[in-house]
């Protein structure tokens, strides 16, 4: 359920926890930020960024370049003039299901897992305590620091493309070209999904275009995503385009399978998210 009074104030209410946002920023955790000073637990987690890390960042983003410059050849080689319909319908799906994913991974990373689990904690969870202990942080990360880790994620994908494409005939291409197509969107909006993360922290510095498509909600605008960074950071997950947190909010998505997750393993959501949001400085 969401309200908005007089004095421009969103009060928005997640299953028992009634959160109160400011309608401009998503940099400003407004909850969080009076009770819990969080210099510490920034200068911690920044350095947590290893160069270790960044190597592979590195080969992560220059796997994925190269990887969809030859899908994309190959998806030209092999276009056939059809009904412009069922590619803008695959083109859809493959947004949306970008959508889902950055939304079932923020989630899943933003509520489980700890920085202090082998390799994974400081490679990936290390990056989501971060951003809510310091939201602007992201602004400062380069296009390497900022896009790596959805690319990597694409890597397998754009890869097994590649493989059926050197593969198989023409004949054998077609019947699963429209899949293509999706997975061809689906791994573009994946991976550049933390730069329009960023960009929806970003005041400005983005260029006009970028503006036009927020205001117009074709990627994540700011005032949407605001409402993830509310604490206890507990909806609207989704931060390709942002198109699924309503719906999903609407059906209680995320609290359910988190009911579901506590019922059956004891694990409750966010325990180390709020262990960092309440460090001292
Ligand atoms: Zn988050
Ligand atoms: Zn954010």
């Given at each position: 359920?969401?309200s908005q009074?007089?004095?421009?104030?969103?009060?928005?209410?997640i299953?028992?926890?009634?959160?109160t946002?400011a309608t401009?920023?998503?940099?400003v955790?407004?909850?969080a930020a009076?009770?819990?000073?969080a210099?510490?637990?920034?200068?911690?987690?920044?350095?947590a960024?290893t160069?270790g890390k960044?190597n592979?960042?590195?080969?992560?983003?220059?796997s994925?370049?190269l990887?969809?410059a030859?899908?994309?050849c190959?998806?030209g080689?092999h276009?056939?003039?059809a009904n412009?319909?069922w590619?803008l319908?695959y083109?859809?799906?493959g947004?949306l299901a970008?959508?889902?994913?950055s939304?079932?991974?923020?989630?899943l990373c933003?509520?489980?897992g700890?920085?202090?689990m082998?390799?994974?904690g400081k490679?990936f969870?290390?990056?989501?305590r971060?951003?809510h202990?310091?939201?602007?942080?992201?602004?400062?990360?380069d296009v390497i620091?900022c896009?790596?880790?959805?690319?990597?994620?694409?890597v397998?994908?754009?890869g097994?493309?590649?493989y059926?494409?050197a593969?198989y005939?023409?004949?054998?291409?077609?019947?699963?070209y429209h899949?293509?197509?999706?997975?061809?969107?689906?791994a573009?909006?994946?991976?550049f999904?933390n730069?329009?993360h960023?960009?929806?922290?970003?005041?400005?510095e983005v260029?006009?275009w970028?503006?036009v498509?927020?205001?117009?909600?074709v990627?994540l605008?700011k005032?949407?995503?605001?409402v993830?960074?509310?604490?206890?950071?507990?909806t609207?997950?989704?931060?390709t385009?942002?198109?699924?947190?309503?719906?999903?909010?609407y059906?209680g998505f995320?609290t359910?399978?988190?009911?579901?997750?506590?019922?059956?393993?004891?694990?409750?959501?966010?325990?180390?998210?709020?262990?960092?949001?309440s460090?001292?400085?």
């Amino acid at each position: 359920m969401t309200s908005q009074s007089s004095d421009g104030v969103v009060r928005r209410s997640i299953g028992d926890t009634v959160a109160t946002q400011a309608t401009s920023s998503p940099n400003v955790d407004d909850n969080a930020a009076s009770t819990a000073p969080a210099v510490g637990a920034k200068t911690e987690l920044k350095e947590a960024y290893t160069q270790g890390k960044r190597n592979f960042e590195i080969v992560s983003l220059s796997s994925f370049l190269l990887l969809k410059a030859v899908v994309l050849c190959y998806l030209g080689y092999h276009w056939r003039m059809a009904n412009p319909i069922w590619v803008l319908t695959y083109m859809l799906g493959g947004i949306l299901a970008a959508d889902f994913l950055s939304g079932v991974v923020h989630w899943l990373c933003d509520s489980y897992g700890s920085v202090n689990m082998p390799v994974f904690g400081k490679a990936f969870i290390r990056s989501f305590r971060e951003h809510h202990v310091d939201p602007t942080a992201i602004t400062r990360h380069d296009v390497i620091e900022c896009n790596a880790d959805s690319c990597m994620t694409m890597v397998p994908v754009l890869g097994f493309m590649c493989y059926n494409f050197a593969l198989y005939d023409d004949d054998i291409i077609q019947p699963r070209y429209h899949l293509f197509v999706l997975l061809s969107w689906l791994a573009f909006f994946v991976a550049f999904t933390n730069q329009f993360h960023k960009w929806s922290h970003t005041y400005g510095e983005v260029p006009k275009w970028v503006e036009v498509l927020q205001d117009y909600h074709v990627i994540l605008p700011k005032k949407h995503h605001k409402v993830h960074h509310v604490a206890p950071h507990a909806t609207y997950f989704c931060i390709t385009t942002g198109w699924l947190n309503h719906p999903l909010e609407y059906i209680g998505f995320w609290t359910a399978i988190e009911a579901g997750i506590q019922l059956t393993t004891g694990y409750r959501a966010r325990e180390d998210d709020l262990s960092w949001a309440s460090k001292p400085k």
